[in-house]
């Protein structure tokens, strides 16, 4: 039977620390397109729609496709953005309702907006509203979401991402839209169930690269090969977002035409669920302090070519965070260096005044520091060469994370200071593709120190170059210190905050 599906992706990732807002021209910096549009320009690259299209394509369904919208972490999202955005997919709904078998949404699952600290719960339970308690209902998810009760309600099944670095954006959404042709087709009735966990994030924040975090993955594959079994995914959570369901979960989406499905589904997310609790104190990361980065730098002696590549943690612009943390910067400064480079460093003010001068010039201005000094340093007094200026700050990324991607920075600069060059840019953005750097002129293998604003999804494109990869907390608001957050609205106890003994409940929804 050829089915006929409504598809959207509608994706953020929000710091409620943030003191700023998202708004639709946030979107538009990445891609706020509709139908045959957005389909053009996410049709090959690495994206949750590429997967639903595969399968789509493969089976000969209809695609009626609302919404791609996607914005770099960031602040919350706006009222006025959130209800046009969610207005899009519900209005495709409302035209569609009765000639639809089955939906597919590409979320994130850590978005918030004004007036909703779960805008996707939110939108998912408006679409049931709409289409009713029966149509079949697949979500993608980012593995750093903070699911909800509502979002696990409203999903019949829910596919997260297996990767941090996230590189199975396609695969995920192709798992979903395999698991929705069973549901569409009555051979499987799905329905999700939930476990959270009472932690702020998991031990290694999701990472699939180290252990014990890449075992919970393997396991969950393994989990969904046994009868009635649909999906499970391992959330790390978000601990920039300071709500009441913040922290990591799990999901097992289980077929409720199976006998003993739902018993298994709980068994399994309670399995996982100790393990993740168990290994709370495994963090493989080392957090170097600025000085402490500053020594290891100097007595560095590399075992093979390549970088020494030093993750700014605390400033990473992907969890939210201003970017334009200054401390690590000045310290790498302070080093004396040849051919070095760091960034992206997120500064509008500084990009727009670069560009009054031409390449080959010598300028100072203030650089970074701007959005709150009190987390990561003040703003920096520099001086040096631009070496290179771009308008738009166009790229496409090759790597394992964006590759097929078009990116945009827009007003970019490179200014050299002290054998540094720093990238200046106007458009937030994390560090996980080479183009970021090779479109301006720096070649990230040439370097010898390379600072990079980014957690982990640096690691897919710059640790295959790198010599060896340091942590550095720099004191910014994506610290993994977490006390130096004031959390409100998340459900306590929770840890690390509070001291929890034993095993505590693990709450199922």
């Known amino acids: 039977m050829s089915f006929h599906i409504l598809t959207a992706e509608l994706i953020q990732e929000c710091s409620t620390f943030n003191t700023g807002r998202t708004g639709l021209d946030e979107y538009r910096v990445e891609i706020l397109a509709t ?9 090959e690259g690495r994206a949750e729609l590429k997967g639903f299209l595969d399968v789509a394509e493969a089976e000969g369904w209809q695609v009626t496709h609302a919404l791609s919208a996607t914005a770099t972490p960031g602040p919350i999202v706006t009222a006025e953005a959130f209800e046009h955005l969610a207005g899009i997919i519900t209005d495709a709904a409302r035209a569609q309702k009765g000639r639809i078998h089955g939906v597919l949404l590409g979320l994130h699952g850590a978005m918030g907006a004004e007036g909703f600290d779960d805008p996707e719960g939110e939108l998912i339970t408006r679409l049931r509203a709409i289409l009713g308690p029966d149509l079949p209902i697949g979500i993608t998810l980012d593995l750093h979401t903070n699911t909800t009760p509502e979002m696990a309600a409203g999903a019949n099944v829910a596919v997260s991402y297996k990767t941090y670095p996230h590189i199975d954006h396609v695969e995920t959404g192709a798992q979903a839209a395999r698991v929705l ?16 966990l009472p932690m702020l994030d998991e031990a290694n924040g999701g990472r699939s690269d180290v252990m ?14 046994q009868p009635g079994i649909l999906a499970v995914s391992v959330n790390a959570g978000f601990a920039d977002a300071d709500i009441l369901e913040a922290g ?8 409720e035409l199976t006998a003993g499905a739902a018993a298994r589904a709980e068994e399994i997310a309670r399995d996982l669920a100790q393990s993740i609790w168990e290994a709370r104190d495994s963090c493989v990361n080392r957090f170097l302090s600025v000085p402490e980065t500053a020594d290891y730098v100097r007595a560095f002696k590399p075992a093979r070519p390549g970088p020494l590549v030093i993750a700014d943690f605390a400033d990473n612009p992907g969890a939210g965070a201003y970017g334009d943390a200054t401390n690590l910067l000045a310290g790498i400064l302070d080093l004396g260096l040849e051919n070095a480079a760091f960034g992206p460093m997120i500064d509008p003010e500084a990009a727009a005044i670069l560009h009054q001068s031409q390449e080959g010039d010598i300028v100072t201005l203030a650089v970074g520091g701007k959005s709150d000094p009190r987390f990561g340093g003040d703003p920096l007094m520099l001086t040096g060469e631009i ?18 991607i078009t990116f945009r920075f ?3 600069a490179v200014l050299r200071v002290n054998g540094v060059d720093i990238l200046i840019v106007t458009e937030r953005g994390q ?5 970021q750097f090779k479109a301006f002129g720096i070649i990230p293998e040439q370097c010898s120190v390379l600072g990079l604003k980014s957690q982990q999804h640096f690691r897919a494109a710059f640790e295959p ?16 210190d977490y006390k130096i957050r004031t959390y409100t609205k998340v459900r306590r106890p929770i840890w690390p905050l509070d001291e929890i003994s034993g095993t505590p409940e693990f709450r199922v929804s």
């Open 35 to 43: 139908g045959t549009e957005a389909i053009a320009q996410r049709r």
């Open 181 to 196: 042709k069973r549901l569409m087709e009555g051979s499987a009735k799905g329905c999700t169930l939930r476990l959270k």
């Open 212 to 225: 014990p975090t890449m075992e919970f993955y393997d396991r969950a594959r393994r989990y969904e090969t």
């Open 248 to 255: 990591p979960s799990v999901l097992v989406s289980y077929d």
């Open 387 to 404: 070496r290179h200026l771009s308008a738009e700050g166009l790229l496409v990324g090759d790597g394992p994370v964006i590759g097929g």
């Open 410 to 412: 827009g007003k970019t």
């Open 431 to 435: 560090a996980y593709d080479l183009q």
């Open 465 to 480: 170059i790198a010599a060896e990869v340091i942590v550095c907390d720099c004191g910014a608001i994506a610290s993994p």
